[in-house]
C-alpha cells in the first residue's frame, strides 16, 4: 500500500528537499517508497514532516523551549581542568573565576552540577604519613628487596610503628574533587606530620609470635 502527500514548499528545512533534483522527478506528489529510493528519506522522517506541517500549516523548525544553559561545552571543559589541575579548590572560589572569566554570575551549585557530571564528586581527602620524593624511592627499592622473602625470614623479624593521637581538637577537615578510583592519587592525598601540639605518639610493636606492649 503506498500513501500520498503533498510537500510543502519549504519542506527543505525538515530535510526533505522541496524542489525537484532533475525534470524527471514528479511535480509536488511523491510515495514515502519514491522518497526512500529516490531521496534517500527513511519514512518516519517523512511521516513526521506531514504530520508536523499537517498541524501548524509550516515545515520551521520549533523554537528551544526552556532556559538556555548557562556555561557552553568550552567554558565546561575549562571548569574541568581547574579541578584536575587543582583539586582543592572549592566551588566558590571556581564561580569567582567564571565570573572575572566569563562574566557571567552563577551559583556555586551550578558549578558543582558541571562537575558531578563529569564524574568529579566532593570527598574529603584520605590522610596519610607525608613522604619525600627521595623517601619514597628508597622505601620501595626495600620492599621490592623483601618482597620475595620466604615465611621462615618474616619469623625472627619484628615490627615496629608508631602511631599520632590527638589529644585535644580536631585535625580538621578538607574536601577535594576527584574521579572514581583516584582515592590514592598524591593530589587527592591529605598529607600528615607527627608533630604538633595537642596530640601523643604511640609505639608498639608485633612478631610472629605474640604483640608487644603500647608505649607513650
Known amino acids: 500500500m503506498h500513501y500520498f502527500f503533498r510537500l510543502p514548499p519549504a519542506i527543505s528545512q525538515r530535510g526533505l528537499g522541496s524542489k525537484p533534483n532533475s525534470i524527471d522527478d514528479p511535480p509536488c506528489m511523491w510515495t514515502f517508497c519514491t522518497l526512500n529510493h529516490t531521496k534517500g528519506i527513511k519514512r518516519p522522517l517523512a511521516v513526521g514532516a506531514e504530520v508536523w506541517f ?41 564561580t569567582l573565576k567564571c565570573k572575572s572569566s566569563f562574566r557571567k554570575s552563577v551559583n ?54 608508631e602511631s599520632k593521637y590527638n589529644i585535644f581538637g580536631s585535625d580538621g577537615k578538607q574536601k577535594v574533587w576527584r574521579t572514581p578510583n583516584t582515592v590514592l592519587h598524591i593530589k587527592n592525598l591529605q598529607p600528615t606530620v607527627k608533630y604538633g601540639d595537642g596530640n601523643q605518639l604511640v609505639w608498639g610493636c608485633m612478631a610472629s609470635s605474640s604483640v608487644g606492649n603500647l608505649d607513650l
Open 54 to 94: 499537517n498541524k501548524t500549516n509550516s515545515v520551521e523548525n520549533k523554537e528551544q523551549s526552556g532556559r538556555p544553559r548557562t556555561f557552553s561545552e568550552r567554558e565546561k571543559r575549562w571548569i574541568v581542568r581547574q579541578v584536575h589541575s587543582n583539586p582543592r579548590t572549592s566551588a566558590i572560589k571556581l
Open 108 to 161: 556555586p551549585e551550578t558549578v558543582g552540577n558541571v562537575l558531578r557530571k563529569h564524574k568529579y564528586h566532593s570527598s574529603v581527602p584520605r590522610r596519610k604519613p607525608y613522604i619525600s620524593k627521595a623517601n619514597l624511592k628508597a622505601r620501595l627499592a626495600f620492599a621490592k628487596m623483601y618482597v620475595k622473602q620466604p615465611t621462615e625470614f618474616w619469623e625472627n623479624v619484628i615490627f615496629v610503628d
